[in-house]
């Protein structure tokens, strides 16, 4: 199956602080997203971006597809971004599994 | 909308027994998705289903495990009989597949299960 890779593992930062997450994968994708775990547990979505770049307040997003990564930019962090970043891939079109990466895990300090 | 909606929270029981995780996905979306989170293995698809139809299943560990979609609302993923080893966070997901740029997937708030 198709492999998800994210670096780094872990990272800590000062509030205020900026970073650039990133997403390897083995194959080509047609779906890629990216999800924020909060220190509660709950997985929210943060981009659908299977190409392209996109931008919402402090976060964007870059996929590469053709050289297969991805990259999660995140600017003047807070302390609520503190968690785990995961990427998910969906190999082919269709009715497809969405794989998940081990995720990078963020603690962000005040 | 609500969201997707799981139920129960946290649910602890005994080894052998049954146990029944419950899910109604986000109105409107045609799939779904049943999701394990261990430390050990990250988040695992069990199974996904489109329009309440199974379309892949091989993520299920083994027999003791069923998933059930009996219409658009609703979704029941069983253990039985139930093992310390499925202590896990389970998460149901929704999404509208195939919709034009609206793939997005959204997960419900999880069931923490522990199995004594």
């Known amino acids: 199956g198709i492999q998800v890779e994210q670096s780094p593992p872990d990272l800590i930062l000062q509030e205020g602080a900026n970073s650039t997450l990133r997403c390897n994968f083995s194959?080509?994708?047609?779906?890629l997203q990216w999800f924020h775990q909060n220190p509660w547990g709950q997985l929210i979505n943060l981009f659908y971006i299977p190409s392209g770049t996109k931008q919402n307040g402090r976060l964007s997003a870059t996929t590469v597809a053709t050289e297969r990564y991805s990259l999660l930019y995140i600017s003047s962090s807070q302390t609520t971004d503190s968690g785990v970043y995961f990427c998910?891939?969906?190999?082919?079109?269709?009715?497809?599994?969405?794989?998940f990466g081990t995720g990078t895990r963020l603690l962000v300090s005040p | 909308d609500a969201g997707v909606i799981q139920s129960p929270r946290h649910e602890v029981t005994e080894m052998g027994q049954e146990v029944t995780l419950r899910c109604k996905p986000i109105s409107g979306h045609n799939s779904l998705f049943w999701y394990r989170q261990t430390m050990m293995r990250g988040l695992e698809l069990l199974i996904y289903?489109?329009?309440?139809?199974?379309?892949?299943d091989s993520g299920m560990p083994e027999d003791r495990f069923s998933a059930k979609m009996p219409n658009a609302s609703f979704s029941t993923l069983k253990i039985q009989p139930s093992e310390p080893r499925d202590s896990a966070v389970y998460f149901c997901?929704?999404?509208?597949?195939?919709?034009?740029?609206?793939?997005?997937?959204?997960f419900g708030s999880g069931t923490q299960l522990s199995v004594l």
């Open positions: 194959d080509s994708v047609n779906n």
């Open positions: 997901a929704s999404g509208a597949w195939g919709t034009e740029d609206n793939e997005k997937l959204f």
């Open positions: 289903f489109n329009n309440n139809v199974p379309i892949d």
């Open positions: 998910a891939v969906v190999r082919g079109t269709g009715f497809q599994k969405l794989v």
